[in-house]
């Protein structure tokens, strides 16, 4: 695990090998995608220094024989209404590499805030949107090389299997989200990134736009409804009930 700067003691005691990663408090998708092509792997492993991503799936798939890449609030599972792990679903699909279907839970405004120890944190939620921006080539039996943010590798092009579920957690709790927006904000952000837009609708935090942005607005457009609203549908009982 890379723990990017966190200082809420969150991985002190997780039984895996933690890597604590600094940049000064700057948002740089560069710095992030750096890191997990070097610094990770190199530590971990200590087999001396990795120049890719695609060179530390390499050495990991020596080891293993399917890799899995996601971020924080990110949770890959295989659909529990026909598989009960990521096993299964593998060895159902068989495929080199396998690209998850995006999901974000939202809260609507008659559910209550989300209750971090009461699990699974799902079942709290009723409603999601599709994620196509997180519909991620994840999972994989051979190196990819990734672009920024991971949505994708160079030479895959991949139909979302909707067996594979991506669920981000990214709007899971509308106050937990506007608060991380607010710490975003006030981030220094990488220049180019900043001027190109890059992320730019985690910067909203204030009063009625980002009411407007978390009820009616996906990151890519892509799950927005024309004239606004996202398309929401309800969260299928066995995930709900199997996440996280």
């Known amino acids: 695990m890379l723990d990017h700067d966190s200082e809420d003691g969150s ?6 090998h933690v890597i604590k990663v600094q940049n000064g408090g700057v948002h740089d998708h560069h710095f992030l995608l750096g890191n997990v092509k070097t610094v990770s792997f190199f530590i971990v492993f200590q087999w001396g220094p990795i120049s890719s991503l695609s060179q530390a799936q390499q050495e990991l798939l020596q080891h293993y024989e399917y890799v899995l890449f996601a971020e924080s609030d990110e949770f890959v599972l295989g659909h529990p209404s026909k598989f009960n792990s990521l096993s299964e679903y593998i060895k159902a699909k068989d495929s080199d590499v396998m690209c998850c279907t995006g999901w974000q839970p939202i809260q609507l405004r008659t559910e209550h805030p989300l209750d971090w120890t009461a699990h699974p944190l799902l079942s709290q939620r009723s409603q999601w949107t599709k994620d196509i921006l997180h519909s ?3 999972l994989t039996n051979k190196p990819l090389n990734y672009a920024l943010g991971f949505h994708s590798a160079a030479g895959i092009k991949l139909r979302p299997d909707k067996d594979l579920l991506l669920v981000h957690f990214h709007r899971i709790d509308y106050n ?3 608060k991380r927006h607010k710490a975003f904000a006030n981030m220094k952000w990488h220049k180019l990134e900043k001027a190109a837009g890059l992320s730019n609708y985690q910067l909203i935090h204030e009063g009625d736009l980002f009411e407007k942005w ?4 996906g990151e890519n457009n892509h799950s927005s409804l024309p004239g606004g609203g996202l398309q929401l549908e309800p969260i299928d009982e066995a995930v709900r009930n199997s996440c996280c």
């Open 11 to 16: 991985t002190s005691s997780i039984p895996c």
């Open 136 to 138: 991620k080539p994840l």
């Open 214 to 217: 978390y009820y009616n607005d």
């Open 176 to 178: 937990f989200t506007r």
